[in-house]
């Protein structure tokens, strides 16, 4: 009964290479996040989506794409994987605001842990 | 812009005390306040908001925060800490005009109970 669930736990895998990490949310939720935490523990936006627009922090480079096969999923996809990569990356949806008294709150999933060799 | 600063990178206290993880924020709208807690090698859960209303705001595990918009500050507080309280907690925020529901995240503050 997991809100919010990402695959794999943990990646590991070689520079050059290309990844992607899953996201579902069974909350019923139609925003959807993408967290960047690095290896000091400091948190960055990377994408906000929901069904209508796309909006990307400026700093993430192009070689991260989130992709949404549906309103329950946004995975994400890292191109030409390079060491500093290597992070903690954390999927979050919440309800599109203003909605009800619950909007703003985002719920987090537990993290994948991506280390590039 | 939004941004938000935690200076503390930890904070000590002792069992049964009260606790502070203080936080303050720059928008140039309304803030939407929140805090997180991320115990080790696990997401973050959430605590407790504040959008709009009173500013005294309770949130879960006996946790309360108190939003100051002269000092622009929302700081986290407990009347008796746990040894379980001890994790990493975030204040993050939001301008009401932010598109996106972008949230901007503190650089967390460790905060260690000890027995």
């Known amino acids: 009964d997991t809100a919010v669930s990402q695959t794999p736990k943990y990646l590991v895998t070689q520079m050059g290479n290309d990844k992607s990490i899953k996201c579902e949310q069974n909350l019923g939720h139609d925003t959807m996040y993408w967290y960047k935490q690095d290896s000091k523990k400091f948190l960055k936006i990377m994408f906000s989506?929901?069904?209508?627009?796309?909006?990307i922090n400026e700093t993430v480079p192009n070689r991260f794409s989130p992709k949404s096969p549906d309103k329950a999923h946004l995975n994400l996809h890292i191109n030409s994987l390079e060491l500093g990569d290597s992070a903690v990356y954390f999927c979050?949806?919440?309800?599109?605001?203003?909605?009800?008294?619950?909007?703003?709150?985002?719920?987090f999933g537990p993290g994948t842990r991506l280390l590039v060799l | 812009a939004q941004s938000v600063a935690q200076p503390e990178d930890q904070v000590n206290v002792a069992e049964g005390n009260p606790l502070t993880v203080k936080c303050t924020y720059s928008v140039s709208g309304n803030p939407y306040l929140f805090w997180y807690v991320q115990y080790p090698n696990r997401g973050l859960q959430f605590l407790l908001k504040?959008?709009?209303?009173?500013?005294l705001v309770k949130g879960s595990y006996g946790f309360e925060a108190e939003f100051n918009k002269s000092q622009t500050s929302f700081h986290l507080k407990k009347p008796s800490a746990l040894v379980s309280d001890s994790a990493l907690y975030f204040c993050a925020v939001r301008d009401s005009g932010n598109a996106g529901n972008m949230l901007t995240f503190g650089g967390g503050t460790r905060l260690m109970v000890k027995p």
């Open positions: 989506y929901n069904n209508k627009e796309l909006i």
């Open positions: 979050a949806s919440s309800l599109p605001s203003p909605t009800t008294m619950d909007q703003e709150t985002q719920y």
């Open positions: 504040y959008i709009t209303g009173d500013n």
